[in-house]
């Protein structure tokens, strides 16, 4: 997950000061900073290290990431002329440095690597509000007043997102994740109308390159049989809705993905093996499960508690 890197002190070490996005413009040091968590954890799989603003970043729209902020936008999208600073993305020369670090992965990892976009629905969130937000008011106000210009916009990321992700698997990413960080901030309809269309383009164009598509979100208690419906093969749950429940709302072969409450990790190793006991008791021997916080590691994370974490799940029997 998002950060996994971030409580690490080597990760602190080489991360330098300037803006992450020049960070993840340099492919030596994009792919080492992948490599760190899983030297120090033994993790089964690697997230590249990038963003979900690095495309729209690359094409010149303004984005940059303030540090304990967030995506920051100089001029946001607001109308139809903004569309024209969303060209189509040419990831070989738009993006070349992150095609770069996904193959010198490809060559040094020895677990599979996944690649990852922004979902048009939070990447359109950051891009109409400027700045992080917690009423997403500006969004919610153009999906409902320019339903249009909002498909337009969302349809434009998705494309934006489709030639990311194959360029990445084309590179020798395993499997891509789509983060649609900020889905908890909608209803089902919203969701249904405004969003899932856009996400379901992303799925489909990804079908014949037949790698698992994960799809997360933060606060999808309500939206997780929506999430798998889009055409995920995995479903991220956050620590809110245990495991059990999160497959029945689904009520379809799905994969899942979660679910340790990520503060709890702050609380040491005994509390931590208790919840990550319980997440393993509402998986119930489920074979379709990936074990994983239910968000990114906070930045105070101890790295021996969460060492311990990965080698306890690591000893534990696959069915109980
Ligand atoms: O584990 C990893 O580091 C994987 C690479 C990764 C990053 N961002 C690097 C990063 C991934 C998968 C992301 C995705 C991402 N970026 C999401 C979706 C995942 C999620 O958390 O729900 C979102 C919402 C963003 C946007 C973003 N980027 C935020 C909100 C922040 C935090 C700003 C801050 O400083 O608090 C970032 C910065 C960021 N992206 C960091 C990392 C390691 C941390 C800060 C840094 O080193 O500058």
New binding site residues.
């Given amino acids: 997950?998002?950060?996994?890197?971030?409580s690490l002190p080597e990760y602190r070490a080489i991360?330098g000061t300037g803006s992450?996005l020049d960070a993840i413009a340099k492919p030596d040091l994009a792919a080492e900073i992948t490599l760190q968590p899983v030297r120090r954890y033994g993790t089964d799989a690697a997230?590249?290290?990038?963003?979900?603003?690095t495309p729209v970043a690359a094409l010149g729209f303004g984005v940059d990431?303030a540090?304990?902020?967030?995506?920051v936008v100089e001029e946001p999208f607001r109308t139809e002329r903004d569309l024209d600073r969303l060209r189509p993305l040419e990831p070989e020369t738009d993006t070349p440095y992150v095609i770069e670090t996904v193959r010198t992965l490809v060559r040094e990892l020895p677990v599979p690597l996944i690649g990852?976009a922004?979902a048009p629905f939070?990447v359109a969130s950051y891009l109409v509000e400027g700045r992080?937000s917690r009423t997403w008011a500006a969004t919610k106000t153009m999906m409902l007043r320019e339903p249009a210009l909002w498909s337009a916009l969302t349809d434009r990321l998705a494309d934006i997102a489709i030639a990311s992700l194959r360029s990445q698997v084309a590179a020798g990413a395993a499997a891509v994740q789509i983060?649609d960080?900020w889905a908890g901030a909608l209803t089902p309809d919203q969701y249904r109308r405004f969003v899932a269309p856009a996400t379901a383009k992303v799925c489909a164009a990804m079908r014949d390159l037949a790698v698992p598509i994960i799809h997360f979100g933060?606060n999808t208690g309500e939206l997780l049989d929506q999430m798998a419906g889009v055409g995920a093969d995995v479903v991220g749950v956050d620590w809110r809705t245990p495991l059990d429940v999160a497959r029945q709302r689904i009520g379809r072969p799905c994969a899942l993905q979660g679910n340790l409450d990520p503060a709890v990790v702050l609380a040491g190793w005994e509390p931590t093996r208790d919840a990550a006991e319980g997440v393993l008791a509402s998986n119930a021997g489920h074979p379709g499960h990936i074990f994983n916080l239910g968000?990114?590691v906070m930045p105070e994370t101890d790295p021996g508690v969460l060492a311990t974490l990965v080698d306890w799940v690591h000893e534990q029997p696959v069915t109980p």
């Fill in positions: 997950m998002r950060q996994a890197g971030r991360r992450i997230i590249l290290y990038s963003d979900i603003v990431i540090p304990g902020v967030g995506p990852f922004g939070t992080p983060f960080s933060v968000h990114g």
